[in-house]
């Protein structure tokens, strides 16, 4: 089943709470980190939470690892309810939310695509090697190939949508997929699709093609 917007469609695929925290910790790779605050920028409920994560620091990671009485650990989750209820100012402008522009140097004029098959086309940014971070143009009603992970995959819509077996994502929406998850996305058919893709794994493709072109076009 497709969908064609014509409002903006509240997001409804968020980050889970170990993302956030992993975030608000500063322990995840560069191309997480992005993908993270480029999400930030578009979603008012999960730039509310971080900020909650961010006010109350390690307090909460201390009273789940440490001696603490309950009191203690009451008193930190009230803080976060209170912190996550403010009102967040949203500032995103042009398909690429700000944090992408600073990585590729402007909007989707600034990308360089390479092909990659049956009309999908990539986009890798410089990022640390511990994961990979990529930008994907899907063409309307096409379908990247089946496949499952070897991690973990983050993706987030950015223009246009897809379709899996988890659902329906569209701009500002966020899939997180593990090695538990094999799907095959497929964009809306009223227009092509961008997201930004990011791995700390190769994925795991169920067919020969894929599995022939991976090592050279890095998926």
């Known amino acids: ?5 014509h409002h903006p469609r509240p997001i409804r695929h968020h980050l889970d709470e ?3 925290l992993a975030y608000s910790a500063g322990t995840l790779p560069e191309a997480f980190n992005l993908i993270v605050a480029t999400h930030l920028s578009l979603c008012d409920r999960c730039r509310a939470d971080a900020h909650a994560y961010d006010a109350v620091g390690g307090a909460l990671l201390d009273a789940e690892t440490s001696d603490v ?4 650990l009451e008193r930190t989750l009230a803080l976060l309810d209170v912190t996550a209820s ?9 398909t690429l939310p700000a944090p992408l522009q600073d990585y590729v140097g402007g909007d989707l004029d600034s990308i360089r695509w390479r092909p990659i098959g049956m009309g999908v086309k990539q986009a890798i940014l410089p990022t640390s090697k511990a994961a990979t971070a990529r930008l994907l143009f899907i063409p309307a009603g096409a379908a990247m190939p089946d496949h499952s992970h070897h991690g973990t995959e983050l993706t987030l819509v950015l223009k246009g949508a897809f379709q ?14 593990d090695s538990d ?4 996305p497929v964009a809306d058919i009223h227009e092509d699709c961008i997201c930004l893709a990011v791995t700390d794994a190769p994925l795991r493709f169920t067919r020969l093609m894929p599995r022939l072109l991976q ?5």
């Open 86 to 94: 403010e009102p967040v100012k949203t500032a995103a402008e042009g």
């Open 1 to 5: 089943m497709t969908h064609k917007n």
């Open 215 to 219: 090592k050279f076009v890095r998926i």
């Open 18 to 20: 170990a993302t956030l």
């Open 181 to 184: 998850v094999q799907h095959i």
């Open 164 to 177: 899996d077996e988890d659902g329906y994502f569209a701009r500002g929406d966020i899939e997180i997929a």
């Open 69 to 72: 009485s309950r009191e203690c």
